[in-house]
C-alpha cells in the first residue's frame, strides 16, 4: 500500500528558472493539499486541490505559483522565475475523502533550493 | 481556527512517559484537537486526535481538560524514534477546506 510519493525529492534551481513538483496521492484518494516549509519554521498550507478542481488556494502566493490535480496523473505544484526565497520543503498530503481531516497522509516532500 | 500554545522544546528520558503539553483557551465547541509530529526532514505523520473525550492508540494518549482550553500528548515509553516536532493542531473538521495550520510546535529529545 503505498503512501503518498513525491518527486524529485531534492531540486536545485537558478533564479528565474521554473520549478515543477510532483505528488502522487495515496491510491484511492482524491484530495491533494500542498504545504510549504521554510527553514526552522512550521508548515504554511498553500492549496487544496480535488480532481481537477482547485478547492482553497488561499495560503498560495498570488504570483508565478500555480497548482493543478488533472483527472489523470499526479498532481503538480508549479512555480515560475523562481526566486532564492522560494527555497523551502514543500509537502504534500491527501486524504480520501474532505470530511476527515485525520486521515491527512503527507509524502516525504520535495527540497527545493534556489542558487 | 483557535491559535495553540506549545512549548518550544522538551527534554525526555528514555523510555520514560514525555508528557507534551497545549493551551488552545480559544477553542470552539465544534474544533477537535489534533496532534501530528515531524521527524527531522520527513513529512509529518498523524498521531491522534479528539473532541474532547480523552483517547488512546497504539501510538500515544490525548488527555483533554474538561474545559477544553488545554490538553496533553503522552507518549508512554519514549524511544530515541520518539525524537521530533510534535504540532498541536486545533481546527473543526468540516467537509471542505481541510488544510492544517501548523505552528512551530515542541521539539521533544529523548535522551537515552
Known amino acids: 500500500n503505498a503512501g503518498v510519493m513525491q518527486n524529485p525529492r531534492h531540486l536545485v534551481r537558478r533564479r528565474g528558472q521554473e520549478a515543477r513538483l510532483r505528488c502522487s496521492p495515496v491510491k484511492g484518494h482524491s484530495h491533494v493539499y500542498w504545504y510549504r516549509q521554510l527553514p526552522e519554521e512550521g508548515l504554511k498550507f498553500m492549496v487544496y486541490l480535488q480532481k481537477e478542481n482547485i478547492i482553497d488556494e488561499s495560503g498560495m502566493p498570488k504570483e508565478r505559483f500555480s497548482a493543478e490535480f488533472p483527472k489523470e496523473g499526479p498532481s503538480i505544484l508549479r512555480i515560475q522565475q523562481v526566486v532564492r526565497g522560494d527555497s523551502a520543503a514543500y509537502f504534500c498530503?491527501?486524504?480520501?475523502?474532505?470530511?476527515?481531516?485525520?486521515?491527512?497522509?503527507f509524502g516525504p516532500g520535495t527540497r527545493l533550493t534556489v542558487t | 481556527d483557535a491559535k495553540t500554545t506549545q512549548p518550544p522544546s522538551m527534554d525526555c528520558a528514555e523510555g520514560r512517559a514525555a508528557n507534551l503539553p497545549c493551551n488552545h483557551s480559544?477553542?470552539?465547541?465544534?474544533?477537535?484537537v489534533y496532534w501530528y509530529r515531524q521527524i527531522h526532514s520527513q513529512g509529518p505523520q498523524y498521531i491522534i486526535h479528539?473532541?474532547?473525550n480523552n483517547e488512546t492508540n497504539e501510538m500515544a494518549s490525548l488527555i483533554i481538560t474538561e474545559d477544553r482550553k488545554s490538553s496533553t500528548l503522552i507518549l508512554p515509553h519514549a524511544t530515541l524514534r520518539d525524537t521530533a516536532v510534535y504540532y498541536c493542531i486545533v481546527r473543526a473538521d468540516l467537509n471542505t477546506g481541510n488544510q492544517f495550520y501548523f505552528g512551530t510546535g515542541t521539539s521533544l529529545t529523548v535522551i537515552p
Open positions: 480559544t477553542i470552539s465547541g465544534n474544533e477537535y
Open positions: 498530503a491527501s486524504s480520501r475523502e474532505g470530511g476527515r481531516s485525520y486521515e491527512q497522509y
Open positions: 479528539g473532541l474532547k
